[in-house]
């Protein structure tokens, strides 16, 4: 994956579990624009893990796309028990909004962010 200096985001390789953002499972050989971002860019910060993606915008919010069986894209509930959804998310989803993200990470199984505050946000598994 790979941001423009516009901020347009492009993700190219293997679609399963959505991990390009494109709401497919596609292959794409080549370079293609996630269009389900367009109403949120531009994309600052662009992260990948082995099946998903996250990608920060310049108000710093957080989108996240692919494999979620841990929510390593989307985290758990507000009472901190349960995923919200184990499904794949085969296009972007909201995962922290507005708070100020400036640098991200991702691995197999979970997720971190940091903030410009020097906040530490991490959601995925927990063993």
């Not at 507005?98 to 995925?124: D, M, R």
Request: with cysteine; proline share 4%.
């Amino acid at each position: 994956a790979i941001s423009s200096q516009e901020g347009s985001l492009y993700t190219w390789g293997w679609g399963k579990h959505g991990r390009l953002g494109h709401g497919n499972e596609t292959l794409y050989n080549q370079p293609t624009y996630v269009e389900a971002l367009s109403d949120f860019l531009p994309v600052a910060i662009v992260a990948c893990g082995s099946a998903h993606t996250l990608a920060a915008t310049e108000d710093g919010s957080v989108y996240g796309f692919g494999w979620n069986a841990h929510g390593q894209v989307i985290g758990t509930n507000k009472d901190g028990e349960g995923i919200i959804s184990s499904d794949d998310c085969l296009s972007p989803v909201p995962c922290l909004m507005k708070k100020g993200v400036v640098k991200l990470s991702c691995s197999p199984f979970h997720s971190a962010a940091i903030t410009l505050s020097g906040n530490l946000y991490i959601w995925g598994m927990n063993e």
